[in-house]
């Protein structure tokens, strides 16, 4: 069945995913109050017997430096391979901030206690460069690669000053917490899984689609998951999917090299021969 495109949530499931992220790691329920309201001047705690922890959402960019034009290949059970375009990769940056009620920890005052839970929360989100699986919710269940994180804790800088100012609020500490998902934005194309193919446009020389699958070289043989599949003479290098395949597109005919690597292998390799109708391009690794 083809991937099918829905991401109306995406946001909305993140925060239920950082809801979740604390749920696994400070029990069910939680001894806090989790909010995503905008701390200006009216913001107040929850309650007035338990803190809040507050991540407002205050920003969302492109992450360009994750930008790709490659796409996406997900092989099917009837052999076919669904086409999926190269998602955007959007940083979603969160201010967290920690709100004492107005009944504090005896002998403290409620600074202590949100300064205790600001601290906590810190570790937590310093565990996980990569939000677990366990922890996704909606739409970001199943998303290749995992959404990462980053943590950055704001200086005295000007521009922490002005983002404050800007939303009406009172300079506090507060933790800056991005995270970057992958966004699909168009549908799949669907069709068979090939040797190789021919493209030819208007006067130019043709171009074509080869695929194979990499193997580990045990008997009985087992696909190699996420691979690194480098076409030497080009310079590319493609990842295989969870069934140890790979497709190269756009390349003319001659005669390449492809270096295979992964994880828990020997580096391997072969010398294709572009167009072949006889065979696969598949590679067989060595175990280390």
């Known amino acids: 069945m083809p991937v099918v495109v829905s991401n109306l949530t995406v946001i909305s499931d993140l925060d239920r995913t950082l809801e979740q992220l604390f749920l696994l790691e400070f029990g069910n329920p939680l001894d806090f109050d989790l909010s995503f309201a905008i701390p200006d001047k009216d ?50 940056s969160y201010c967290i901030t920690a709100w004492s009620p107005a009944q504090a920890t005896p002998g403290a005052g409620p600074e202590m206690d949100e300064h205790t839970l600001l601290s906590l929360v810190l570790q937590v989100l310093l565990k996980y460069p990569l939000l677990p699986s366990q922890a996704l919710q909606g739409s970001l269940v199943g998303q290749e690669p995992l959404p990462y994180t980053t943590i950055i804790l704001p200086d005295s800088s000007k521009a922490t000053s002005d ?26 194309v669907q069709g068979p899984m090939v040797t ?19 193997w580990d070289a045990n008997t009985p043989p087992k696909p190699v998951a996420s691979a690194w599949v480098r076409l030497n003479q080009i310079g590319h290098t ?51």
């Open 43 to 92: 913001f107040t705690p929850l309650s007035k017997t338990r803190s809040t922890l507050n991540c407002y959402l205050y920003e969302i960019n492109e992450d360009r430096e994750l930008r790709s034009v490659e796409p996406i290949f997900h092989r099917n059970a009837d052999g076919t391979i669904d086409r999926l375009p190269a998602p955007t990769r959007i940083k979603l």
């Open 163 to 188: 983002f404050w100012s800007a939303i009406g609020g009172q300079l506090r500490p507060s933790l800056e917490y991005k995270v970057t998902i992958a966004l699909p934005y168009q549908q799949p």
């Open 196 to 214: 190789s193919i021919s493209l030819r446009l208007a006067g130019d020389d043709p171009f074509y689609t080869i695929g194979g699958t990499v």
């Open 238 to 288: 493609y990842v295989t999917d969870e069934h140890g395949c790979f497709l190269i597109e756009r390349i003319q005919a001659g005669n390449y090299t492809l270096t295979v690597r992964a994880v828990g292998f020997q580096e391997g390799g072969r010398s294709v021969n572009v167009p072949a109708q006889t065979h696969l391009y598949d590679v067989h690794l060595t175990p280390l």
